[in-house]
Protein backbone atom coordinates (compact mmCIF):
# COMPACT_ATOMS: atom_id res chain seq x y z
CA UNK A 1 0.00 0.00 0.00
CA UNK A 2 1.28 3.50 -0.91
CA UNK A 3 0.38 6.13 1.62
CA UNK A 4 1.14 9.85 1.31
CA UNK A 5 2.26 10.63 4.82
CA UNK A 6 1.98 14.68 5.37
CA UNK A 7 2.92 16.09 8.61
CA UNK A 8 2.52 19.39 9.56
CA UNK A 9 4.81 21.59 11.86
CA UNK A 10 4.44 25.51 13.16
CA UNK A 11 6.14 26.64 10.19
CA UNK A 12 6.73 23.91 7.84
CA UNK A 13 5.13 20.84 5.73
CA UNK A 14 6.81 17.87 5.25
CA UNK A 15 5.62 15.08 2.89
CA UNK A 16 6.53 11.63 2.46
CA UNK A 17 5.59 9.00 -0.03
CA UNK A 18 6.08 5.74 1.74
CA UNK A 19 5.53 1.62 0.55
CA UNK A 20 3.78 0.35 3.72
CA UNK A 21 4.95 -2.78 3.14
CA UNK A 22 9.13 -2.70 2.37
CA UNK A 23 8.40 0.66 4.56
CA UNK A 24 10.79 2.31 2.23
CA UNK A 25 10.28 6.16 1.13
CA UNK A 26 9.35 6.41 -1.92
CA UNK A 27 9.74 10.16 -1.85
CA UNK A 28 10.34 13.31 0.37
CA UNK A 29 9.39 16.79 -0.06
CA UNK A 30 9.14 19.66 2.44
CA UNK A 31 7.98 23.40 2.73
CA UNK A 32 10.36 24.95 5.07
CA UNK A 33 9.72 28.52 7.08
CA UNK A 34 6.47 28.96 5.87
CA UNK A 35 6.16 33.07 6.35
CA UNK A 36 9.15 33.89 6.43
CA UNK A 37 11.89 34.92 4.39
CA UNK A 38 13.63 31.95 3.68
CA UNK A 39 10.37 29.88 2.98
CA UNK A 40 11.51 27.40 0.40
CA UNK A 41 10.31 24.14 -1.63
CA UNK A 42 13.11 21.38 -1.09
CA UNK A 43 13.22 17.67 -2.91
CA UNK A 44 16.27 16.13 -2.28
CA UNK A 45 19.34 18.90 -3.40
CA UNK A 46 16.24 20.56 -5.60
CA UNK A 47 15.80 24.04 -3.30
CA UNK A 48 13.36 26.25 -4.88
CA UNK A 49 12.49 29.61 -2.64
CA UNK A 50 9.05 30.73 -2.32
CA UNK A 51 9.10 34.01 -0.61
CA UNK A 52 7.71 35.20 2.64
CA UNK A 53 3.99 35.79 1.05
CA UNK A 54 3.01 32.09 1.44
CA UNK A 55 0.51 30.82 3.03
CA UNK A 56 -0.05 27.52 4.54
CA UNK A 57 -2.74 26.86 1.95
CA UNK A 58 -0.26 28.15 -0.52
CA UNK A 59 2.28 25.73 0.36
CA UNK A 60 0.18 22.98 1.14
CA UNK A 61 -1.71 23.61 -2.76
CA UNK A 62 2.50 23.61 -3.87
CA UNK A 63 3.53 20.56 -2.35
CA UNK A 64 1.35 18.39 -3.46
CA UNK A 65 1.01 20.01 -7.26
CA UNK A 66 4.75 19.16 -7.30
CA UNK A 67 4.30 15.35 -5.87
CA UNK A 68 1.91 14.94 -8.67
CA UNK A 69 4.38 16.44 -11.19
CA UNK A 70 7.32 14.28 -10.12
CA UNK A 71 5.32 11.00 -9.40
CA UNK A 72 3.40 10.98 -12.52
CA UNK A 73 1.43 7.83 -13.30
CA UNK A 74 4.41 5.67 -11.84
CA UNK A 75 3.45 5.73 -8.56
CA UNK A 76 -0.34 5.02 -7.17
CA UNK A 77 -1.31 6.59 -4.16
CA UNK A 78 -3.87 4.43 -1.78
CA UNK A 79 -4.77 6.77 1.05
CA UNK A 80 -3.64 10.26 2.66
CA UNK A 81 -2.48 10.22 6.56
CA UNK A 82 -2.38 13.53 7.84
CA UNK A 83 -0.50 14.43 10.94
CA UNK A 84 -2.71 16.49 13.47
CA UNK A 85 -1.23 17.99 16.84
CA UNK A 86 -4.77 18.22 19.46
CA UNK A 87 -7.14 15.93 18.85
CA UNK A 88 -9.00 16.20 22.58
CA UNK A 89 -10.57 13.08 23.90
CA UNK A 90 -12.55 12.61 21.14
CA UNK A 91 -10.17 11.18 18.44
CA UNK A 92 -8.13 8.80 20.22
CA UNK A 93 -7.75 6.72 17.70
CA UNK A 94 -6.72 7.38 13.66
CA UNK A 95 -9.69 8.60 12.35
CA UNK A 96 -11.51 9.13 8.33
CA UNK A 97 -11.65 12.86 7.99
CA UNK A 98 -14.37 14.21 6.65
CA UNK A 99 -16.35 17.83 6.98
CA UNK A 100 -18.03 16.39 9.90
CA UNK A 101 -14.47 15.89 12.00
CA UNK A 102 -12.77 18.39 10.64
CA UNK A 103 -15.85 20.93 12.36
CA UNK A 104 -14.64 19.14 15.32
CA UNK A 105 -11.15 19.74 15.10
CA UNK A 106 -11.37 23.58 14.37
CA UNK A 107 -13.02 23.22 18.03
CA UNK A 108 -9.79 22.58 19.11
CA UNK A 109 -7.67 24.85 17.12
CA UNK A 110 -6.81 27.77 20.15
CA UNK A 111 -5.68 24.17 22.45
CA UNK A 112 -2.74 24.25 20.11
CA UNK A 113 -2.36 27.40 17.40
CA UNK A 114 0.64 26.80 16.09
CA UNK A 115 -0.29 23.51 14.74
CA UNK A 116 -3.54 22.51 14.34
CA UNK A 117 -4.43 25.53 12.12
CA UNK A 118 -2.32 25.37 9.95
CA UNK A 119 -2.60 20.84 10.05
CA UNK A 120 -6.63 21.81 8.90
CA UNK A 121 -5.98 23.95 5.98
CA UNK A 122 -3.60 21.80 4.46
CA UNK A 123 -6.30 18.50 4.88
CA UNK A 124 -8.89 20.88 3.28
CA UNK A 125 -6.44 21.32 0.26
CA UNK A 126 -5.34 18.08 0.16
CA UNK A 127 -9.30 16.63 0.31
CA UNK A 128 -9.30 19.06 -2.97
CA UNK A 129 -6.33 18.22 -4.74
CA UNK A 130 -6.98 14.55 -4.02
CA UNK A 131 -10.53 13.73 -3.67
CA UNK A 132 -10.99 10.65 -4.43
CA UNK A 133 -8.92 9.13 -1.95
CA UNK A 134 -9.69 8.79 1.63
CA UNK A 135 -7.78 10.86 4.10
CA UNK A 136 -6.69 9.56 7.59
CA UNK A 137 -6.09 11.59 10.81
CA UNK A 138 -3.22 10.66 12.89
CA UNK A 139 -3.24 12.80 16.33
CA UNK A 140 -0.43 13.54 18.69
CA UNK A 141 -2.67 13.10 21.57
CA UNK A 142 -3.54 9.58 21.06
CA UNK A 143 -1.10 7.85 22.28
CA UNK A 144 -1.12 9.40 25.57
CA UNK A 145 -4.53 8.21 26.47
CA UNK A 146 -3.64 5.80 28.26
CA UNK A 147 -2.25 8.02 31.46
CA UNK A 148 -3.37 7.24 34.55
CA UNK A 149 -5.58 9.55 36.47
CA UNK A 150 -3.31 10.85 38.58
CA UNK A 151 -1.14 12.22 35.68
CA UNK A 152 -4.03 13.59 33.23
CA UNK A 153 -5.59 15.64 36.15
CA UNK A 154 -5.27 19.40 36.87
CA UNK A 155 -5.78 20.07 40.83
CA UNK A 156 -9.18 22.52 40.10
CA UNK A 157 -12.67 22.32 40.74
CA UNK A 158 -14.29 19.60 39.27
CA UNK A 159 -17.06 21.73 37.80
CA UNK A 160 -14.43 23.88 36.02
CA UNK A 161 -12.80 20.79 34.46
CA UNK A 162 -16.21 18.94 33.40
CA UNK A 163 -17.24 22.40 32.00
CA UNK A 164 -14.41 23.11 30.17
CA UNK A 165 -12.46 19.91 29.08
CA UNK A 166 -9.36 21.09 31.28
CA UNK A 167 -7.02 17.72 31.56
CA UNK A 168 -4.01 17.10 30.32
CA UNK A 169 -3.54 15.25 27.05
CA UNK A 170 0.02 15.36 25.72
CA UNK A 171 1.65 15.37 22.44
CA UNK A 172 4.75 14.17 20.33
CA UNK A 173 2.69 11.01 20.51
CA UNK A 174 3.55 9.71 16.82
CA UNK A 175 7.36 9.99 17.55
CA UNK A 176 7.23 8.90 21.44
CA UNK A 177 5.60 5.59 19.97
CA UNK A 178 8.12 5.64 16.96
CA UNK A 179 10.73 5.57 19.72
CA UNK A 180 9.10 2.81 21.70
CA UNK A 181 9.09 0.39 18.58
CA UNK A 182 13.09 1.49 17.51
CA UNK A 183 14.00 1.24 21.10
CA UNK A 184 12.72 -2.21 21.89
CA UNK A 185 13.72 -3.69 18.25
CA UNK A 186 17.03 -2.43 18.97
CA UNK A 187 17.37 -4.15 21.83
CA UNK A 188 15.20 -7.58 20.70
CA UNK A 189 12.53 -7.17 22.89
CA UNK A 190 9.04 -5.70 22.88
CA UNK A 191 7.90 -2.75 24.40
CA UNK A 192 6.00 -4.59 26.85
CA UNK A 193 9.75 -5.69 28.81
CA UNK A 194 10.74 -1.61 28.79
CA UNK A 195 10.56 1.41 30.99
CA UNK A 196 11.66 4.39 28.69
CA UNK A 197 12.42 7.85 29.19
CA UNK A 198 11.48 9.61 25.84
CA UNK A 199 13.06 13.16 25.05
CA UNK A 200 11.59 14.35 22.04
CA UNK A 201 13.70 17.55 21.58
CA UNK A 202 12.92 19.96 18.69
CA UNK A 203 11.62 23.66 18.19
CA UNK A 204 8.56 21.85 20.00
CA UNK A 205 9.96 19.55 22.92
CA UNK A 206 8.60 16.98 25.54
CA UNK A 207 9.40 13.98 27.64
CA UNK A 208 7.32 10.82 27.88
CA UNK A 209 7.56 8.46 30.55
CA UNK A 210 6.80 5.04 28.81
CA UNK A 211 6.00 2.29 31.13
CA UNK A 212 5.69 -0.70 29.54
CA UNK A 213 4.52 0.38 26.22
CA UNK A 214 2.18 2.52 27.64
CA UNK A 215 2.28 6.80 28.31
CA UNK A 216 1.98 7.16 31.76
CA UNK A 217 3.41 10.69 31.57
CA UNK A 218 4.29 13.39 29.66
CA UNK A 219 5.60 16.66 30.26
CA UNK A 220 3.18 18.51 28.05
CA UNK A 221 -0.12 19.37 29.43
CA UNK A 222 -3.89 20.54 28.33
CA UNK A 223 -1.80 22.72 25.36
CA UNK A 224 1.74 22.27 24.25
CA UNK A 225 2.54 24.67 26.47
CA UNK A 226 3.84 23.21 29.39
CA UNK A 227 6.61 21.51 30.35
CA UNK A 228 10.35 22.01 28.45
CA UNK A 229 11.58 25.19 27.21
CA UNK A 230 11.32 24.65 23.86
CA UNK A 231 12.03 27.03 20.38
CA UNK A 232 9.57 29.77 20.84
CA UNK A 233 7.50 28.29 24.62
CA UNK A 234 8.85 28.94 27.63
CA UNK A 235 7.38 25.43 29.31
CA UNK A 236 6.58 25.60 33.17
CA UNK A 237 5.70 28.86 34.34
CA UNK A 238 4.21 30.00 37.75
CA UNK A 239 1.20 30.97 37.04
CA UNK A 240 1.46 34.28 39.22
CA UNK A 241 3.61 35.48 36.11
CA UNK A 242 0.85 35.77 33.87
CA UNK A 243 -1.50 37.49 36.48
CA UNK A 244 1.19 40.15 37.27
CA UNK A 245 1.55 40.34 33.45
CA UNK A 246 -2.08 40.92 33.34
CA UNK A 247 -2.15 43.62 35.97
CA UNK A 248 1.34 45.43 35.45
CA UNK A 249 0.99 45.39 31.27
CA UNK A 250 -2.22 44.95 30.90
CA UNK A 251 -1.92 42.06 29.01
CA UNK A 252 -5.40 40.70 27.37
CA UNK A 253 -5.68 36.93 26.55
CA UNK A 254 -4.26 37.48 22.74
CA UNK A 255 -1.25 39.18 24.21
CA UNK A 256 -0.51 36.73 26.79
CA UNK A 257 -0.65 34.06 23.59
CA UNK A 258 1.69 35.79 21.46
CA UNK A 259 3.60 36.00 24.30
CA UNK A 260 3.98 32.41 25.16
CA UNK A 261 3.58 30.76 22.21
CA UNK A 262 5.58 32.79 19.81
CA UNK A 263 7.87 34.95 21.82
CA UNK A 264 9.21 33.41 24.90
CA UNK A 265 11.54 29.97 25.16
CA UNK A 266 15.34 30.19 23.63
CA UNK A 267 13.90 32.59 21.12
CA UNK A 268 12.69 34.78 24.54
CA UNK A 269 16.46 34.54 25.82
CA UNK A 270 18.40 34.60 22.72
CA UNK A 271 16.24 36.40 19.89
CA UNK A 272 16.95 32.85 18.10
CA UNK A 273 15.17 29.34 18.41
CA UNK A 274 17.72 28.21 16.47
CA UNK A 275 19.93 25.29 18.83
CA UNK A 276 22.69 25.43 16.59
CA UNK A 277 22.94 29.10 16.06
CA UNK A 278 22.67 29.34 19.92
CA UNK A 279 25.77 26.61 20.82
CA UNK A 280 27.58 28.60 18.28
CA UNK A 281 27.30 32.24 19.94
CA UNK A 282 27.74 30.17 23.14
CA UNK A 283 31.13 28.94 22.51
CA UNK A 284 31.87 32.96 21.54
CA UNK A 285 31.15 33.94 25.23
CA UNK A 286 27.50 35.09 24.13
CA UNK A 287 25.99 34.41 27.87
CA UNK A 288 22.41 35.10 27.21
CA UNK A 289 22.61 31.73 25.07
CA UNK A 290 25.23 30.01 27.77
CA UNK A 291 22.25 30.70 30.13
CA UNK A 292 19.41 29.15 27.45
CA UNK A 293 21.64 25.63 27.06
CA UNK A 294 21.89 25.48 30.99
CA UNK A 295 17.95 26.18 31.32
CA UNK A 296 17.44 23.86 29.09
CA UNK A 297 19.29 20.83 29.31
CA UNK A 298 18.45 21.58 33.72
CA UNK A 299 14.53 21.01 32.67
CA UNK A 300 14.98 17.76 30.67
CA UNK A 301 17.38 16.31 33.34
CA UNK A 302 14.54 17.33 35.82
CA UNK A 303 11.86 15.36 33.80
CA UNK A 304 14.43 12.72 33.34
CA UNK A 305 14.82 11.87 37.18
CA UNK A 306 11.48 12.52 37.81
CA UNK A 307 10.01 9.87 35.46
CA UNK A 308 12.46 7.25 36.53
CA UNK A 309 10.95 7.98 39.82
CA UNK A 310 7.64 7.67 38.78
CA UNK A 311 8.55 4.32 36.75
CA UNK A 312 10.12 3.17 39.87
CA UNK A 313 13.65 3.20 37.25
CA UNK A 314 14.19 3.49 33.64
CA UNK A 315 15.77 0.81 30.97
CA UNK A 316 16.26 3.44 28.33
CA UNK A 317 16.84 7.18 27.50
CA UNK A 318 16.24 7.93 24.11
CA UNK A 319 16.69 10.98 22.43
CA UNK A 320 14.63 12.20 19.16
CA UNK A 321 13.64 15.31 17.25
CA UNK A 322 16.23 18.13 15.55
CA UNK A 323 17.92 18.96 18.64
CA UNK A 324 18.15 15.44 20.39
CA UNK A 325 19.48 13.71 17.35
CA UNK A 326 22.32 16.54 16.20
CA UNK A 327 23.67 18.28 19.33
CA UNK A 328 26.31 16.14 21.78
CA UNK A 329 26.32 18.84 23.74
CA UNK A 330 22.66 19.10 24.79
CA UNK A 331 22.72 15.34 25.55
CA UNK A 332 25.84 15.85 26.93
CA UNK A 333 24.16 18.63 29.55
CA UNK A 334 20.90 16.62 29.47
CA UNK A 335 22.40 13.14 31.08
CA UNK A 336 24.70 14.89 33.93
CA UNK A 337 24.19 13.28 36.99
CA UNK A 338 21.95 10.21 36.26
CA UNK A 339 24.56 7.89 37.24
CA UNK A 340 22.40 7.29 40.78
CA UNK A 341 19.84 5.75 38.11
CA UNK A 342 22.65 3.22 36.17
CA UNK A 343 22.63 6.16 33.24
CA UNK A 344 26.17 6.85 32.17
CA UNK A 345 27.47 8.45 29.08
CA UNK A 346 30.07 7.15 26.93
CA UNK A 347 32.05 11.43 26.02
CA UNK A 348 33.43 10.17 22.80
CA UNK A 349 30.42 7.86 21.80
CA UNK A 350 28.06 10.80 21.96
CA UNK A 351 30.47 12.87 20.32
CA UNK A 352 30.62 10.76 17.85
CA UNK A 353 27.05 9.80 17.69
CA UNK A 354 25.52 10.47 13.49
CA UNK A 355 21.99 9.66 12.67
CA UNK A 356 21.13 9.06 8.79
CA UNK A 357 18.86 7.10 6.69
CA UNK A 358 21.85 3.71 7.19
CA UNK A 359 22.20 4.27 11.24
CA UNK A 360 18.64 5.31 12.79
CA UNK A 361 19.72 4.52 15.96
CA UNK A 362 23.10 4.74 17.58
CA UNK A 363 23.87 3.91 21.88
CA UNK A 364 25.80 6.27 23.17
CA UNK A 365 25.65 5.16 26.88
CA UNK A 366 28.92 3.50 28.42
CA UNK A 367 29.52 -0.37 28.21
CA UNK A 368 29.09 -0.76 31.68
CA UNK A 369 26.23 1.41 32.09
CA UNK A 370 22.84 -0.89 33.28
CA UNK A 371 20.69 2.05 31.47
CA UNK A 372 20.92 2.59 27.71
CA UNK A 373 21.26 5.62 26.31
CA UNK A 374 20.19 5.89 22.49
CA UNK A 375 19.49 8.42 20.03
CA UNK A 376 17.18 7.60 17.58
CA UNK A 377 16.24 8.82 14.47
CA UNK A 378 12.41 10.52 14.21
CA UNK A 379 10.25 9.03 11.49
CA UNK A 380 7.21 10.53 12.32
CA UNK A 381 6.05 9.88 8.51
CA UNK A 382 6.61 6.31 8.54
CA UNK A 383 4.64 6.08 12.12
CA UNK A 384 1.74 8.04 10.84
CA UNK A 385 1.40 5.60 7.44
CA UNK A 386 1.66 2.68 9.51
CA UNK A 387 -1.28 3.80 11.73
CA UNK A 388 -3.37 4.69 8.98
CA UNK A 389 -2.43 1.33 6.83
CA UNK A 390 -3.73 -0.19 10.49
CA UNK A 391 -6.83 1.72 10.58
CA UNK A 392 -7.93 0.87 6.64
CA UNK A 393 -7.14 -3.02 7.35
CA UNK A 394 -9.02 -3.43 10.15
CA UNK A 395 -12.18 -2.01 8.01
CA UNK A 396 -11.86 -4.95 6.07
CA UNK A 397 -12.35 -7.66 9.34
CA UNK A 398 -15.47 -9.81 9.00
CA UNK A 399 -17.43 -8.71 11.78
CA UNK A 400 -18.60 -11.70 12.77
CA UNK A 401 -15.72 -13.16 13.52
CA UNK A 402 -14.42 -10.69 16.10
CA UNK A 403 -16.45 -11.78 18.83
CA UNK A 404 -14.75 -12.89 22.38
CA UNK A 405 -16.76 -14.60 25.42
CA UNK A 406 -16.19 -11.80 28.57
CA UNK A 407 -15.44 -13.28 32.00
CA UNK A 408 -15.50 -11.00 35.46
CA UNK A 409 -12.54 -11.38 37.57
CA UNK A 410 -13.34 -10.48 41.06
CA UNK A 411 -10.57 -9.79 43.65
CA UNK A 412 -8.45 -13.02 44.48
CA UNK A 413 -4.50 -14.50 44.99
CA UNK A 414 -2.37 -16.55 43.67
CA UNK A 415 0.15 -17.35 46.27
CA UNK A 416 2.99 -19.58 46.73
CA UNK A 417 3.21 -22.69 48.40
CA UNK A 418 5.96 -20.93 50.92
CA UNK A 419 3.25 -18.48 51.38
CA UNK A 420 0.20 -21.22 51.53
CA UNK A 421 2.58 -23.05 54.30
CA UNK A 422 2.41 -19.65 56.87
CA UNK A 423 -0.81 -19.33 55.83
CA UNK A 424 -2.31 -22.98 56.32
CA UNK A 425 -0.20 -25.13 57.35
CA UNK A 426 3.10 -26.83 56.25
CA UNK A 427 2.48 -29.10 53.26
CA UNK A 428 -1.20 -27.76 52.82
CA UNK A 429 -2.94 -28.34 49.98
CA UNK A 430 -5.53 -26.23 47.98
CA UNK A 431 -8.79 -28.08 47.09
CA UNK A 432 -10.13 -27.68 43.88
CA UNK A 433 -13.41 -25.30 44.17
CA UNK A 434 -14.35 -25.68 40.09
CA UNK A 435 -12.02 -25.70 37.17
CA UNK A 436 -11.74 -22.15 34.88
CA UNK A 437 -11.58 -21.69 31.66
CA UNK A 438 -7.73 -21.57 31.09
CA UNK A 439 -6.17 -24.74 31.16
CA UNK A 440 -5.02 -25.97 33.78
CA UNK A 441 -6.36 -23.03 36.38
CA UNK A 442 -8.56 -23.58 38.95
CA UNK A 443 -10.45 -21.81 41.88
CA UNK A 444 -9.88 -22.85 45.25
CA UNK A 445 -12.08 -23.58 48.02
CA UNK A 446 -9.95 -21.90 50.34
CA UNK A 447 -10.23 -17.92 50.82
CA UNK A 448 -8.09 -15.24 52.73
CA UNK A 449 -8.39 -11.82 53.88
CA UNK A 450 -6.37 -9.02 53.11
CA UNK A 451 -5.12 -6.24 55.76
CA UNK A 452 -3.86 -3.22 54.19
CA UNK A 453 -2.94 0.57 55.89
CA UNK A 454 -6.73 1.48 55.98
CA UNK A 455 -8.66 -1.42 55.71
CA UNK A 456 -9.44 -5.24 55.04
CA UNK A 457 -11.04 -7.42 52.75
CA UNK A 458 -12.35 -11.21 54.08
CA UNK A 459 -13.25 -13.75 52.02
CA UNK A 460 -10.77 -13.26 48.61
CA UNK A 461 -10.57 -16.77 47.00
CA UNK A 462 -7.61 -17.90 46.03
CA UNK A 463 -6.20 -19.67 42.90
CA UNK A 464 -4.59 -22.41 41.94
CA UNK A 465 -1.90 -24.51 41.18
CA UNK A 466 -0.06 -21.86 43.21
CA UNK A 467 2.76 -19.96 41.48
CA UNK A 468 6.69 -19.12 42.31
CA UNK A 469 5.58 -15.63 43.17
CA UNK A 470 2.69 -14.06 45.51
CA UNK A 471 0.43 -12.01 43.15
CA UNK A 472 -2.92 -10.49 44.42
CA UNK A 473 -5.46 -8.88 42.13
CA UNK A 474 -8.04 -6.33 43.63
CA UNK A 475 -9.92 -3.88 42.01
CA UNK A 476 -10.29 0.22 42.02
CA UNK A 477 -12.41 0.21 45.02
CA UNK A 478 -10.49 -2.24 46.61
CA UNK A 479 -7.72 0.10 46.64
CA UNK A 480 -9.43 2.66 48.65
CA UNK A 481 -10.37 -0.05 51.08
CA UNK A 482 -7.16 -1.31 51.83
CA UNK A 483 -5.48 1.90 51.36
CA UNK A 484 -3.05 0.99 48.63
CA UNK A 485 -2.23 2.14 45.41
CA UNK A 486 -2.10 -1.16 43.00
CA UNK A 487 -0.84 -0.11 39.79
CA UNK A 488 -2.25 -1.78 36.54
CA UNK A 489 -0.11 -4.45 35.72
CA UNK A 490 -0.80 -7.46 33.33
CA UNK A 491 -0.22 -10.67 35.13
CA UNK A 492 3.30 -11.96 36.36
CA UNK A 493 4.71 -8.47 36.25
CA UNK A 494 5.20 -7.89 39.59
CA UNK A 495 8.23 -5.33 39.87
CA UNK A 496 7.73 -1.83 42.16
CA UNK A 497 4.33 -3.28 43.25
CA UNK A 498 3.65 -2.62 46.90
CA UNK A 499 3.16 -5.38 49.16
CA UNK A 500 0.09 -6.28 51.62
CA UNK A 501 -0.76 -8.20 54.77
CA UNK A 502 -2.30 -11.82 53.96
CA UNK A 503 -4.23 -13.77 57.26
CA UNK A 504 -5.09 -17.07 56.68
CA UNK A 505 -6.78 -19.74 59.82
CA UNK A 506 -3.30 -20.83 60.95
CA UNK A 507 -1.25 -17.58 60.49
CA UNK A 508 -0.23 -14.32 59.02
CA UNK A 509 2.15 -12.77 56.52
CA UNK A 510 3.12 -9.88 54.71
CA UNK A 511 4.22 -9.96 51.16
CA UNK A 512 6.59 -7.08 50.00
CA UNK A 513 5.11 -6.66 47.01
CA UNK A 514 2.76 -8.28 44.48
CA UNK A 515 -0.49 -6.25 44.64
CA UNK A 516 -2.25 -5.50 41.54
CA UNK A 517 -5.32 -3.93 39.74
CA UNK A 518 -5.49 -6.78 36.66
CA UNK A 519 -4.96 -4.57 33.57
CA UNK A 520 -8.02 -5.70 30.97
CA UNK A 521 -7.04 -8.34 28.83
CA UNK A 522 -7.95 -10.91 26.58
CA UNK A 523 -6.98 -14.87 26.23
CA UNK A 524 -5.91 -16.06 22.87
CA UNK A 525 -4.44 -18.81 21.33
CA UNK A 526 -1.91 -18.47 18.27
CA UNK A 527 -5.01 -19.65 15.91
CA UNK A 528 -7.51 -17.39 17.42
CA UNK A 529 -4.31 -14.40 16.91
CA UNK A 530 -4.18 -15.63 13.62
CA UNK A 531 -8.82 -15.68 12.69
CA UNK A 532 -8.47 -11.67 14.64
CA UNK A 533 -5.68 -10.76 12.66
CA UNK A 534 -3.71 -9.66 15.99
CA UNK A 535 -0.71 -10.37 17.64
CA UNK A 536 1.08 -10.88 21.32
CA UNK A 537 0.72 -7.57 23.07
CA UNK A 538 -1.36 -5.96 20.21
CA UNK A 539 -3.36 -3.07 22.26
CA UNK A 540 -7.19 -2.63 21.04
CA UNK A 541 -10.92 -1.77 21.99
CA UNK A 542 -13.65 -3.91 22.33
CA UNK A 543 -17.03 -3.05 22.25
CA UNK A 544 -19.99 -4.55 24.57
CA UNK A 545 -23.30 -4.57 24.10
CA UNK A 546 -25.30 -4.93 27.26
CA UNK A 547 -28.77 -3.53 27.10
CA UNK A 548 -28.97 0.06 27.95
CA UNK A 549 -25.33 0.00 29.14
CA UNK A 550 -22.94 -0.43 26.09
CA UNK A 551 -19.28 0.79 26.49
CA UNK A 552 -16.35 0.45 24.40
CA UNK A 553 -13.32 -1.03 26.73
CA UNK A 554 -9.79 0.63 25.41
CA UNK A 555 -6.61 -0.31 26.16
CA UNK A 556 -6.82 -4.54 26.01
CA UNK A 557 -3.84 -5.99 25.78
CA UNK A 558 -3.75 -9.31 24.04
CA UNK A 559 -2.08 -12.09 25.46
CA UNK A 560 -1.49 -15.00 22.73
CA UNK A 561 -0.40 -18.96 24.28
CA UNK A 562 -1.00 -22.25 22.96
CA UNK A 563 -2.17 -23.22 26.33
CA UNK A 564 -5.32 -20.35 26.62
CA UNK A 565 -8.87 -20.46 25.62
CA UNK A 566 -10.15 -17.42 24.05
CA UNK A 567 -11.78 -15.12 26.78
CA UNK A 568 -11.49 -11.20 27.96
CA UNK A 569 -10.83 -10.76 31.48
CA UNK A 570 -12.60 -8.04 33.32
CA UNK A 571 -12.65 -6.82 36.95
CA UNK A 572 -15.52 -5.96 38.92
CA UNK A 573 -15.68 -2.39 38.82
CA UNK A 574 -15.06 -2.60 34.81
CA UNK A 575 -18.03 -5.13 34.88
CA UNK A 576 -20.05 -3.41 37.06
CA UNK A 577 -19.89 -0.14 34.78
CA UNK A 578 -21.07 -2.12 31.56
CA UNK A 579 -23.72 -3.98 33.79
CA UNK A 580 -21.81 -7.21 32.37
CA UNK A 581 -23.59 -10.72 32.98
CA UNK A 582 -22.09 -14.06 31.79
CA UNK A 583 -24.04 -14.67 28.92
CA UNK A 584 -22.03 -11.46 27.44
CA UNK A 585 -19.27 -11.03 24.39
CA UNK A 586 -17.31 -8.82 23.45
CA UNK A 587 -16.67 -7.59 19.89
CA UNK A 588 -13.29 -5.80 18.29
CA UNK A 589 -14.48 -2.64 17.33
CA UNK A 590 -13.99 -1.66 13.52
CA UNK A 591 -11.83 1.60 13.32
CA UNK A 592 -14.58 3.34 10.69
CA UNK A 593 -17.79 2.65 13.93
CA UNK A 594 -15.56 4.29 16.68
CA UNK A 595 -12.95 6.93 15.13
CA UNK A 596 -10.23 3.79 15.28
CA UNK A 597 -9.68 0.52 17.17
CA UNK A 598 -7.30 -1.63 16.89
CA UNK A 599 -4.15 0.03 17.54
CA UNK A 600 -0.86 -1.24 17.51
CA UNK A 601 1.57 -1.81 20.56
CA UNK A 602 4.36 0.31 18.37
Keep these: MHVLSINCGSSSIKLALVDSVSRRRLLDMRIEEIGKPGCSLKRGEMIRPLGPQITFTDAARELLHEMLAVTGEQISIDLVAHRIVHGGGRFVRPT ?31 MKVLPELPHIGVFDTAFHATLPTRAREYALPEELRRKHGIRRFGF ?37 AIEYGRSV ?40 DELLNRRSGLYGLTGTNDMREIERRAAEGDESCRLAITLYSHRVRKYIGAYAAVMGGVDVIAFTGGVGENSAIVRHRCTQRLDFLGAVLDEDRNRDARIDDEHTIVDIADTHSRVRILVVKADEELAIADEACALLES ?148 RI ?28 DEANAAGIKREHVGELVERAEVTGAIERTR
Design 172 to 208: HGTSHAHVADAVARHLKTTPQHLRVVSCHLGNGASVT
Design 395 to 542: EHATRDRLRIPVAVSARHAHLSQATLDKLFGPGYRLTVRNMLSQTGQYAAEETVTLIGPRGRISGVRLMGPPRDHDQVEISRTDEFVLGVDAPVRISGDLANTPGITIEGPKGTTTIPNGVITARRHIHMSPEDARRFGVRDNDIVEV
Design 545 to 572: DSEGRDLTFGDVIVRVDPSFTLEMHLDT
Design 96 to 126: RLDERTLTELDALSQLAPLHNLSALETVRVA
Design 217 to 256: ETSMGMTPLEGLIMGTRGGDLDPGILLELMRREHMDADAL
